[in-house]
């Protein structure tokens, strides 16, 4: 069992910048992949990031490519999402998630939220013009 916990969300302006955070708790936060997902108001839950269990290997949505960094720290045992140059369309509920690297499929930096096995509770990211 993992325990996630966002946070660093909150309001900024459209150009402006957030480091969100998820902290695990539970297992050791090494052997899992972790993701960030959003949800925007009437919208389906979408991929933005991903990393692999070293964070040897990361992916990205086009949307976010090039504006926002995703990284970790196993010593931590968090991963943060870097966002810079932030848009009106990034406004969402940012939820971390964990899938245990060895468990089928095995897909290093997972970009399908059927493929994690533990969410967090998100965090509000709110962007305006």
């Known amino acids: 069992q993992v325990q996630l916990v966002e946070s660093g969300g909150g309001l900024v302006q459209t150009g402006g910048s957030l480091r969100l955070s998820c902290a695990a708790s539970g297992q050791t936060f090494s052997t899992y992949a972790m993701g960030w997902f959003r949800q925007a108001p009437g919208k389906e839950r979408e991929f933005v990031s991903a990393i692999s269990w070293s964070g040897g290997m990361t992916r990205y949505a086009d949307s976010v490519q090039g504006r926002f960094t995703i990284s970790r720290d196993n010593a931590k045992n968090t991963v943060y999402l870097q966002m810079n140059s932030l848009k009106v369309e990034d406004t969402a509920v940012y939820y971390c998630?964990?899938?245990?690297?060895?468990?089928?499929?095995?897909?290093?930096?997972?970009?399908?939220?059927?493929?994690?096995?533990?969410w967090g509770q998100g965090t509000q990211v709110t962007v305006s013009s």
């Open positions: 998630a964990a899938k245990y690297h060895l468990r089928p499929p095995i897909v290093l930096v997972p970009p399908s939220s059927d493929l994690y096995h533990y």
